[in-house]
């Protein structure tokens, strides 16, 4: 049963609230430039909720329902909510179709991939790295973290720390992810052609490859992979795992790794978010969102609330889960997975 309201008098934001849903049925809308809000029936048992990115169409989100179905399959298996909050990314990042381990945006260089991941547990553990490279799994790396007396590896440190600890030195990329690369150049050069140009690039390029012929400006964004969980116990955990975006600087960071910015958990739910990284630190967007449901808000309003206090012109997506519900809230188009809930009978 799906319906459809406004919100707020005189605005123009559609908004698809999805009474009792399945992912699929969910799925079907997304509105480019409206914010679109999925929501579904109170439920107490284990769930999982991920998301491939804001901006991946919901034909591509079968990879995250794939991973949320493996989360859950954790949860069932005996594992903790963190566990299976990395299993379901661990599948995400293994997809080459979304940008985060193997589907890795290749950065303006045409060589460097640099990413970020991070994860965070109900009871407020926290561990992330920033811009490694060369491994294939950057969220398995943040498990490993935990075990430090640190928080946030970075850059070389973060990259050697991987291999140190086991993970086989690899360049994680693909046929996609310079296909993607190789679109991106395109997008840049047409660009060029038609005199955009909002920063200057190669007055400060700092990569250590030189500036490919031809490359000057393009804002593009980027995609995140992210899973929230709720195990059968109440506990709660999410995990993040990105490319970043394409276009930056080298040593770029976004929300990813940022406490409180890219996701939150806690005793009240879990948060996670993807879009322009940026701005979503500006906001302290995944805290604000699990301030606003342990204050009393359900995750599918406080998701909606967070999303209206975006800039519009800024992409975002937040997946949240609180105790008895979950939202899903994108200001552009955004599939997601959803494992737990049982379907219900005679729906799409
Ligand atoms: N938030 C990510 C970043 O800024 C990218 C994205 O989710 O689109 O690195």
């Not at 899973?227 to 976004?254: C, K, M, P, Q």
């Amino acid at each position: 049963m799906h319906v459809l309201r406004r919100i707020g008098a005189g605005t123009t934001w559609l908004v698809l609230l999805v009474a009792i849903a399945t992912p699929l049925a969910a799925q079907e809308v997304g509105e480019a430039a409206r914010i679109v809000l999925h929501a579904g029936a109170p439920f107490d048992g284990p769930i999982v909720l991920t998301h491939p990115g804001v901006g991946t169409p919901p034909e591509r989100a079968d990879g995250a329902q794939r991973a949320a179905e493996a989360a859950l399959q954790a949860l069932r298996a005996g594992r903790s909510a963190l566990d299976a909050a990395v299993a379901g990314t661990v599948v995400m990042e293994d997809d080459p179709r979304y940008n985060a381990g193997t589907g890795a945006n290749i950065r303006l260089d045409g060589r460097t991939i640099q990413m970020d991941a991070a994860l965070m547990t109900g009871k407020g553990r926290f561990a992330a790295v920033a811009v490694i490279e060369r491994v294939r799994n950057p969220i398995r790396v943040v498990h490993k973290v935990l075990d430090t007396p640190h928080l946030l590896l970075a850059g070389e440190g973060a990259t050697r720390f991987a291999h140190r600890m086991g993970f086989a030195d690899v360049i994680p990329t693909c046929a996609e992810a310079e296909e993607k690369y190789r679109r991106r150049v395109a997008r840049v050069r047409e660009a060029l052609a038609q005199g955009a140009d909002e920063f200057d690039w190669p007055a400060h390029w700092n990569f250590p490859n030189p500036l490919p012929e031809t490359l000057r400006d393009l804002a593009e964004g980027g995609d995140t992979v992210g899973t929230v969980v709720r195990a059968a116990d109440g506990t709660f955990a999410a995990t993040l795992s990105t490319g970043g975006t394409s276009i930056t600087l080298h040593g770029r960071v976004g929300d990813v790794p940022i406490f409180g910015a890219g996701l939150y958990a806690g005793a009240h739910g879990a948060v996670a978010c993807t879009g322009h990284g940026e701005e979503i630190i500006r906001h302290a967007m995944a805290r604000q969102v699990y301030e606003r449901i342990a204050t009393g808000s359900a995750a599918a309003r406080a998701v909606r609330e967070a999303a209206e206090s975006f800039p519009s012109e800024s992409s975002l997506g937040v997946i949240a889960l609180d105790r008895h519900g979950w939202g899903v809230v994108a200001n552009r188009q955004m599939g997601y997975g959803l494992a737990g809930p049982a379907p219900v009978e005679g729906q799409e």
